[in-house]
């Protein structure tokens, strides 16, 4: 056994050098922990356009040192990649079971849903929902705390069956109070933000599972995948089929901004 782990430490530290030597060889790899830390502060400071231009720039890098091998090679960044910013969302207080979920739904991504011959085009699919992620754990910054902490709230539990009742419970406060100042802040009702939240994040479920539309539909706790394709279509101004089919539409996001007619 002692044997085998020296044969097996001497062989990873002769690849190690060999490497060295390798890498010595092309031009730009030791930009590359640098685009890569550039790279990780431009999606968390949701900056699309920059980000996927530093990722195509790493796989820049990946494209001249692999050669044919590059495909594999960059998927296999990609998982990496997607393990760093999980760690990340830990550091930023995203819960763990939320952390996991996202690791485990890009890998599935990354494994099944990357075509060789358009994984330029994933990646820039990859950044973007980094972003979207990450943008739905930015603390909201409306000017009442309860706002804030009910808008988190409903990140955190959005595939639970949340009811304007059951949220003004969990916070203590009467669904009068909760509908008021939540329109007051945002600008539009609390049930038009259940709605649109779960539109959102159902989007990603028909653009990268093979989950039913149905499925879909229940997962989110809508009241039938009639009321779904409505309310989807109302904010995407597509249904959920087309969405599906039709990959050149773009993801609806919701902009929120403290409304003008708020009071204090």
Do not use: W
Request: net charge neutral.
């Amino acid at each position: 056994m002692q044997l085998h782990q020296h044969s097996m430490s001497e062989t990873m530290s002769k690849r190690y050098f060999q490497e060295i030597d390798n890498i010595n060889q092309y031009v730009g790899v030791e930009e590359f922990f640098n685009i890569e830390s550039k790279l990780i502060f431009e999606i968390y400071h949701l900056e699309h356009v920059k980000a996927k231009k530093s990722l195509h720039e790493l796989i820049d890098i990946l494209s001249i040192r692999f050669g044919k091998q590059v495909i594999k090679a960059v998927r296999q960044y990609f998982t990496i990649l997607t393990s760093l910013i999980a760690r990340k969302m830990l550091d930023n207080q995203v819960p763990t079971k939320k952390a996991f979920a996202f690791n485990i739904a890009c890998q599935d991504m990354i494994e099944n849903q990357m075509k060789d011959a358009e994984f330029l085009q994933f990646a820039d699919d990859l950044i973007d929902f980094f972003i979207y992620f990450i943008a739905d754990r930015k603390q909201p910054t409306f000017r009442h705390q309860t706002v804030n902490k009910v808008i988190m709230y409903i990140n955190d539990e959005l595939e639970s069956d949340l009811t304007v009742e059951n949220i003004a419970n969990n916070f203590q406060i009467s669904t009068s109070h909760l509908s008021r100042i939540f329109k007051e802040h945002v600008g539009i009702t609390l049930v038009e933000y259940l709605n649109i939240r779960r539109v959102e994040e159902s989007q990603y479920y028909l653009r990268h599972t093979n989950k039913s539309i149905t499925s879909i539909s229940n997962q989110f706790h809508f009241c039938n995948q009639s009321y779904f394709t409505r309310i989807f279509k109302k904010y995407t101004g597509v249904t959920p089929k087309h969405f599906r089919d039709e990959l050149h539409y773009d993801f609806y996001r919701f902009e929120m901004n403290e409304s003008s007619a708020t009071t204090i």
